[in-house]
């Protein structure tokens, strides 16, 4: 029997989202966790989520700050959820380069490097199996490749 593989949102801190029949991943303010935004970018949309959980009988998760940076989707899902839609998961919050903007006149002086857009350039060199990026200081960074077997 063929089934779909879907996609699960899963923290420790609650059940943020889950995929629809057609793959998209929604937040899953029916299971009781929340998700509410905070500190969003204007022109991508991100977002880093808050989630309330009061279904869990340990511990109430009550506005907890999560460190993942999300991307709404620009546009409904076709499934007809009302719950809303994530475009995708982009990273954590420490996986996010600052750097000087070249045109020092616009605010803030510093503009941040998501981590898909490092990842994609990086791993885009043939013969590349891993790397790290460190950001030392404002203007300086370390990168160490890890180079594919043979």
Request: net charge neutral; hydrophobic share 40%; glycine share 8%.
């Amino acid at each position: 029997m063929r089934a779909p593989v879907g996609q699960i949102y899963q923290a420790t801190e609650g059940f943020p989202g889950a995929s629809c029949r057609l793959g998209t991943i929604h937040t899953s303010t029916r299971t009781g966790c929340s998700l509410s935004v905070t500190s969003s970018t204007p022109e991508s949309g991100r977002f880093v989520p808050i989630v309330t959980d009061l279904w869990r009988t340990s511990q109430a998760i009550i506005r907890y700050r999560l460190d993942d940076i999300l991307i709404p989707s620009p546009k409904p899902c076709g499934c007809g959820s009302a719950m809303l839609a994530i475009d995708r998961i982009e990273g954590r919050v420490d996986d996010v380069v600052l750097l000087p903007r070249s045109d020092l006149a616009k605010e803030p002086a510093l503009q941040p490097l998501y981590a898909d857009v490092v990842k994609s350039a990086i791993l885009a060199v043939p013969g590349l199996h891993d790397f790290r990026l460190v950001q030392l200081t404002p203007t300086q960074a370390a990168l160490s490749i890890d180079p594919a077997p043979g």
